[in-house]
Nanobody
Framework: QVQLVESGGGLVQAGGSLRLSCAAS????????MAWFRQTPGKERDFVAG????????SLADSVKGRFTISRDNAKNTVFLQMNSLKPEDTGVYYC?????????????????WGLGTQLTVSS
């Protein structure tokens, strides 16, 4: 069982930066590929960024390429999402997810564990 706790969300102006963190419980964090998803009211959860369990492989949604970076620290059981040049359309609840595979994928149904989410609001 893996428990995920997101933090770092908040209110930021367009053009600003923020870093989200996701802390995982358990000794086997490095066995899991990790990802961030975003959800807005009435919409499905969308893939934002993913990282392989070793950290060597990352993937980003087209909408955030060049602005967001995903990274992980397996020694600290934490995955990060650095968000720069934020836009109002980045607003949503950001969820951290874990899957017991090597590589992250874009489908929410592929993931075994989820955090409760953290709200990001980007004002124009």
């Amino acid at each position: 069982q893996v428990q995920l706790v997101e933090s770092g969300g908040g209110l930021v102006q367009a053009g600003g930066s923020l870093r989200l963190s996701c802390a995982a419980s358990g000794p086997t964090f490095s066995n899991y590929a990790m990802a961030w998803f975003r959800q807005t009211p009435g919409k499905e959860r969308d893939f934002v960024a993913g990282i392989s369990r070793g950290g060597g492989g990352t993937s980003l949604a087209d909408s955030v390429k060049g602005r967001f970076t995903i990274s992980r620290d397996n020694a600290k059981n934490t995955v990060f999402l650095q968000m720069n040049s934020l836009k109002p359309e980045d607003t949503g609840v950001y969820y951290c997810a874990a899957k017991r595979r090597t590589y992250a994928t874009i489908r929410p149904t592929d993931y075994d564990y989820w955090g409760l989410g953290t709200q990001l609001t980007v004002s124009s």
